[in-house]
Nanobody, 121 residues
Framework: QVQLVESGGGLVQPGESLRLSCQGSGFSYFAVAWFRQAPGKEREAVSCIRWRGDFIDYVEPVKGRFTISRDTLANIVYLQMDSLKPDDTAVYFC????????????????WGQGTQVSVSS
């Protein structure tokens, strides 16, 4: 069984950084993605990492600021978020599927509970 638990969210000022963690179990050979959902908006894919470590970025505004990585031995997927902006404010979700990376919400089988990221002065 696959279980995912996100952590690391919080309230920060513009320009600061956060590192989100997705602690998982049973997903060693799964693709794992980070999604986010801002108030009043649909959930969107941010980045996805394959079991072997290569990744795909989906949101143009975060390229160069957000980095996804995976610690296989610890079963953790990270999202390092630098130079945070107010537009990054959203609930961030970790999701996993037993296939290749996808940018579609409906393609993912397993989800964490989400962690709130708020960026404001």
């Amino acid at each position: 069984q696959v279980q995912l638990v996100e952590s690391g969210g919080g309230l920060v000022q513009p320009g600061e950084s956060l590192r989100l963690s997705c602690q998982g179990s049973g997903f060693s050979y799964f693709a794992v993605a980070w999604f986010r959902q801002a108030p009043g908006k649909e959930r969107e894919a941010v980045s996805c990492i394959r079991w072997r470590g290569d990744f795909i970025d989906y949101v143009e505004p975060v390229k160069g600021r957000f980095t996804i990585s995976r610690d296989t031995l610890a079963n953790i997927v990270y999202l390092q978020m630098d130079s945070l902006k107010p537009d990054d404010t959203a609930v961030y979700f970790c999701a996993a599927r037993g296939y290749d990376c996808s940018g579609n919400v409906r393609d993912y089988e397993y989800w964490g509970q989400g962690t709130q990221v708020s960026v404001s002065s």
